[in-house]
């Protein structure tokens, strides 16, 4: 069973900084897409960043330009760096892994910007 462990929300002002992290416990088997979703209040979840294990990646439309996503394999470990954030930004961000046959989730990080 695979644990993803997220940290590095909070709150943070407009135009301020954030990195999230997500580390991957209990694989013996490497991962293949990770990704970070959110879920504003009110509203669906959508997908933030995901990357795939050679280092592809893709972005919603809405953080093109400001988000950054990174993984480190060796840690099983992914990142989310989100500069230039926005109230729009708030919303509770989760951590996604999948491996061949199953998809696992974090149990989500709070980020709120301040206007």
């Known amino acids: 069973q695979v644990h993803l462990v997220e940290s590095g929300g909070g709150l943070v002002e407009t135009g301020g900084s954030l990195r999230l992290s997500c580390a991957a416990s209990?694989?013996?088997?490497?991962?293949?897409?990770m990704a970070w979703y959110r879920q504003p209040p009110g509203k669906q979840r959508e997908l933030v960043a995901g990357?795939?294990?050679?280092?592809?990646?893709n972005y919603g439309d809405s953080v093109k330009g400001r988000f950054t996503i990174s993984r480190d394999n060796a840690k099983n470990t992914v990142y989310l760096q989100m500069n230039g954030l926005k109230p729009e930004d708030t919303a509770v961000y989760y951590c996604?892994?999948?491996?061949?046959?199953?998809?696992?989730w974090g149990q989500g990080t709070q980020v709120t910007v301040s206007s």
């Open positions: 996604f892994a999948s491996s061949t046959v199953y998809a696992y």
């Open positions: 209990g694989s013996d088997f490497s991962l293949n897409t």
């Open positions: 990357i795939t294990s050679g280092g592809r990646t």
